[in-house]
């Protein structure tokens, strides 16, 4: 009887675990996402469309203003867990370009050591794991409750009730 009880004891600490799952998902993607629609808005808007130019993407300063609401109301969106089904779409679509016009033709390592200067690692381009590694939290994200403190469990509570 004794390994009934702590298995019993077991499965509820999980499934308490569970719930919170998603929690370190949000905070990590969300935060990621914001942080970098950040820096794109403090080093200018026209700076990184100029890098959209140069990548020959279509209409880079339209891109640019997307690709940075993107981010940041995406971003938001994830970490506060709210609409996350709706906000994962346009999400992927800019790490899937990201992905292939930048990070891929580095290969799959995000980090490539050229050397060491001053006792300090000295970095190449990343490659695109980061982006999958996003990609992936993100389906985890859609596919998950969106858990405690999310506001897609509130809002779908009160549809459901």
């Not at 390592?109 to 695109?128: L, T």
Request: with cysteine; charged share 10%; glycine share 8%.
């Amino acid at each position: 009887m004794p390994t009934q009880s702590i298995t019993a004891t077991e499965t509820r600490i999980s499934s308490a675990m569970q719930r919170y799952a998603a929690l370190p998902l949000r905070a990590i993607v969300g935060g990621g996402f914001i942080q970098h629609g950040w820096a794109k808005i403090v080093k200018g808007p026209d700076g990184f469309a100029a890098i959209l130019q140069a990548l020959h993407v279509p209409f880079p300063h339209l891109s640019a203003y997307l690709t940075i609401s993107i981010e940041l109301l995406g971003g938001a969106a994830l970490l506060f867990g709210a609409f996350i089904a709706w906000a994962s779409v346009p999400a992927v679509v800019v790490l899937l370009t990201a992905m292939f016009s930048v990070h891929f033709p580095y290969g799959f390592s995000s980090i490539k050591i050229k050397a060491i200067v001053d006792g300090r690692a000295q970095f190449g381009p990343p490659g695109y794991e980061c982006d999958l590694l996003y990609i992936a939290c993100i389906l985890a994200l859609a596919f998950l409750n969106p858990g405690p403190w999310a506001i897609d469990s509130y809002r779908l509570r009160k549809r459901n009730a």
